[in-house]
């Protein structure tokens, strides 16, 4: 069975509560794409009356991992996977509906691939991108993933 945004939305509710209170929601998810917004408000913001820099990469973040967590489950294969390294760039002040966009998830299938062939871990970058409902991108996340077959 397909992993869903319900699905996804459902787990973060038991298992990263602090991104479900913050309103970190999957809108979206195929192979190849994965679509999650967030809303500034009160709970989510930082002093400067915009959304704290953390929740906004808690939702870059999912736009990867959740394509990572379906392609996974998708190989049959138990594989671990965890962030390595990640960096972000900030470039406007994030208000309103901010919605994050992965479309990386073609990389994926490979490096699960020469993982499962080698036994070796692999690792790959995703960049999630950030934008207002103008458009105009507030913020730019990038996630080098670590996958690996459990032994």
């Known amino acids: 069975m397909p992993v869903s945004a319900r699905k996804i939305n459902t787990f973060t509710f038991f298992k990263l509560p602090s991104a479900w209170w913050s309103g970190v929601r999957l809108q979206s ?5 994965a679509v999650v917004t967030v809303t500034h408000k009160w709970v989510n913001q930082n002093p400067f009356k915009s959304m704290f ?4 990469g808690m939702a870059a ?8 967590i379906d ?5 049959g294969k ?3 996977m965890l962030v390595a390294n990640n960096n972000a ?3 406007k002040k994030a208000t309103g509906k901010i919605t ?3 479309e990386d998830g073609d ?18 970058w995703m960049q999630s991108i950030g934008r207002n409902v103008d458009g105009v991108v507030v913020s730019t996340f990038n996630f080098e993933w670590t996958v690996r077959v459990k032994k």
Do not use: H, P, Y
């Open 100 to 102: 994050f966009i992965c």
């Open 61 to 68: 973040e999912l736009s990867t991992g959740a394509m990572m």
């Open 53 to 56: 820099w953390a929740v906004q």
């Open 71 to 75: 392609q996974i489950k998708d190989s």
């Open 107 to 124: 990389k994926i299938k490979e490096a699960i691939e020469k993982t499962i062939a080698t036994g070796e871990g692999q690792t790959l």
């Open 89 to 91: 760039n900030f470039s």
């Open 78 to 80: 138990k594989i671990s």
């Open 29 to 33: 998810i195929d192979k190849k794409r």
